[in-house]
């Protein structure tokens, strides 16, 4: 069966490095990967879409990078600040199906 | 700013009791998904709609839980009887295509007692 595999449940970093976040997954055969942040008591919040024909996709201080063969999907965040702390979902989808979600990593950026 | 709303967002009650949790998706959103989320489970996929056409809902239990879309601005999802088992977060979704980004409402914390 599918299975989505988040690297860490969580992960702490000093304020100012840059925090990576893993995405594994088996069984499955993605046409894209989504990155969703989610605050406590807030419902998930898109950030990035890369598809399996892309390397790599920035925005502002968000990298992602998608490797088909490694099955693998790596999210950075660079000169990482408090702000940034939350859970962060990786979501693999593909045709016409649902999205299929990780269980998140909770990143805490310490000042 | 468009977005989807969802109500109540706390929701107390006792097993046994009736649940109802509704949700007001995206205009235009023709895709409506509902998830539970737990510490253990993570966000789990409980059933979705495309044109207010229920596409599966094998992600929940058929003999308590029931989605329905009565209209394009209005999803459901009940629990009839709820179990302490049911305490969670429950979030619907909407998205202008089965496979496209999604847009979370801010969830109903159901606790059953």
């Known amino acids: 069966s599918q299975k989505i595999e988040q690297n860490s449940e969580a992960l702490n970093i000093q304020e100012g490095k840059t925090a990576t976040l893993t995405c594994n997954y088996t069984?499955?055969?993605?046409?894209?990967l989504q990155w969703y942040r989610q605050d406590p008591g807030r419902g998930p919040v898109f950030l990035l879409l890369i598809r399996e024909n892309e390397k790599e996709k920035r925005k502002e201080r968000l990298k992602v990078t998608f490797d088909t063969t490694l099955k693998q999907s790596l999210f950075h965040i660079t000169a990482s600040q408090p702000a940034d702390s939350a859970t962060y979902l990786c979501?693999?989808?593909?045709?016409?199906?649902?999205?299929?979600f990780g269980k998140g990593t909770r990143l805490s950026v310490i000042a | 700013d468009a977005r989807v709303t969802q109500t109540p967002r706390h929701k107390v009650t006792e097993m046994g009791q009736e649940v109802t949790m509704r949700c007001q998706p995206i205009l235009g959103h023709n895709t409506v998904f509902w998830y539970r989320q737990t510490m253990m489970q993570g966000l789990e996929l409980l059933a979705y709609?495309?044109?207010?056409?229920?596409?599966?809902d094998s992600g929940m239990p058929k003999d308590r839980f029931s989605a329905e879309m009565p209209d394009a601005t209005l999803a459901t999802l009940k629990i009839q009887p709820s179990e302490p088992r049911d305490s969670a977060v429950y979030f619907c979704?909407?998205?202008?295509?089965?496979?496209?980004?999604?847009?979370f409402g801010p969830g109903t914390r159901l606790t059953v007692l």
């Open positions: 979501a693999l989808g593909a045709g016409n199906t649902p999205l299929v």
């Open positions: 709609f495309r044109n207010r056409a229920p596409l599966d």
């Open positions: 069984n499955y055969s993605p046409a894209y």
């Open positions: 979704a909407s998205g202008p295509t089965l496979s496209d980004t999604q847009y």
